[in-house]
């Protein structure tokens, strides 16, 4: 689990639920589950798992969670992780589309379906906007998020590059027109951090601010 901070007073805004594969790379592990046609399967497990855990912790703030737009999800896994955190979650709760793998309308209706019948309020974020799949304007069309999370290619080095500067301005111009929230992520460096500071970013991510995790160490910190 790693933070996500809010801007305003450096809060904790939440954590996102990362997948560490290892020995593999994230990468690695999503296209040989591609090959075998198992994306369902490990999503289903983040889904529950994350929130199981995230429970456990006691952690504060809401909970990212990775979700994959080329699958659906069942009514009885939301109706499951819906039970797990029972009142605790609603609202809680902030599922992010990766770039991954090919938009489909059809699993995307099923799964945005399967959230709203949970009845877990869940929100829906766009996971590395501005490169891939994600980059622009007709990706936020089609998924309608509350919230986007640009990609660390584009916060790297941005309080020297005045092209990315650019690049974020427009972005927070037509996030802010669509009342939609803006997270950067990938901040690692004190300058990045203030550069940011500065401009119309709600929430921040990175290594700078928080690195990940497991949720048996936040555990131990606990007990301690």
């Known amino acids: 689990y790693q933070p996500i901070i809010n801007v305003k007073d450096d809060s904790i ?29 490990v999503e289903e497990i983040t889904n529950y798992y994350g929130v199981k855990y995230f429970l456990e912790t006691g952690l504060e703030g809401k909970l990212f969670i990775n979700t994959f737009p080329s699958t659906c999800m069942r009514l009885e896994v939301s109706a499951a992780v819906a039970e797990l955190g029972g009142t605790t979650m609603i609202g809680r ?12 309308r059809f699993a995307y209706n099923i799964k945005r379906t399967a959230i709203n019948e949970s009845n877990v309020q869940a ?18 069309d089609f998924y309608k998020p509350d919230l986007v999370k640009i990609d660390r290619e584009i916060i790297s080095d941005i309080d020297r590059d005045t092209v990315k500067q650019e690049i974020l ?18 901040v690692e460096t004190q300058e990045e951090y203030n550069y940011l500071k500065m401009q119309p970013i709600d929430y921040m991510q990175g290594y700078f601010l928080g690195k990940p995790k497991l949720y048996t160490e936040y555990i131990k910190e606990e007990v301690k």
Do not use: H, W
Request: charge should be negative; glycine fraction near 6%.
């Open 169 to 186: 301005e427009q972005m927070c111009y037509d996030m802010q027109s669509r009342n939609i929230k803006l997270l950067a992520e990938g």
């Open 13 to 41: 805004f939440g954590y996102e639920a990362l997948m560490r594969p290892m020995p593999f790379s994230p990468m690695e592990f999503i296209n040989e589950l591609t090959k075998r046609d198992k994306l369902q399967l």
């Open 123 to 140: 929100l829906i974020a766009i996971d590395d906007y501005g490169t891939g799949s994600n980059y622009d304007l007709e990706c936020i």
């Open 93 to 104: 709760v902030v599922y992010e589309i990766l770039e991954y793998t090919t938009k489909n």
